[in-house]
């Protein structure tokens, strides 16, 4: 069982920043996949990031590529996102989620473990 919670977050003006962080009860790095995925009010949830065991390979959904950087930490097991030239349409809840090395892809669905969320808000 992977237990997993989010920090960070908070508002922030269009063209901004923020960064979060995930950290989680075992030991995922070398053996889960990890993601972020974000759900405004009334849509569905969406793939943000996501990156491979040991960090090597990341992915990201076309709604944030060149603005959005996902890492991994060794040595503190922690996934970040730093999140750049903020938009309001990236307003909505972050979550971070752990996948097994199999099932690694942005979907949701891929996913099996979920923190609780984050909230991120862009105003214009």
């Known amino acids: 069982q992977v237990q997993l919670v989010e920090s960070g977050g908070g508002s922030v003006h269009a063209g901004g920043s923020l960064g979060l962080s995930c950290t989680s009860s075992?030991?995922?790095?070398?053996?889960?996949?990890m993601g972020w995925f974000r759900q405004a009010p009334g849509k569905e949830r969406e793939g943000v990031a996501i990156?491979?065991?040991?960090?090597?390979?990341?992915y990201y959904g076309d709604s944030v590529k060149g603005r959005f950087t996902s890492s991994r930490d060794k040595a503190n097991d922690t996934l970040s996102l730093s999140m750049s030239s903020l938009k309001p349409e990236d307003t909505a809840m972050y979550y971070c989620?752990?996948?097994?090395?199999?099932?690694?892809?942005?979907?949701?669905?891929?996913?099996?473990?979920w923190g609780q969320g984050t909230q991120v808000t862009v105003s214009s």
């Open positions: 989620a752990a996948a097994h090395s199999w099932s690694c892809g942005l979907k949701p669905e891929n996913f099996n473990y």
């Open positions: 075992g030991t995922t790095y070398s053996s889960y996949c």
């Open positions: 990156i491979f065991p040991g960090g090597g390979q990341v």
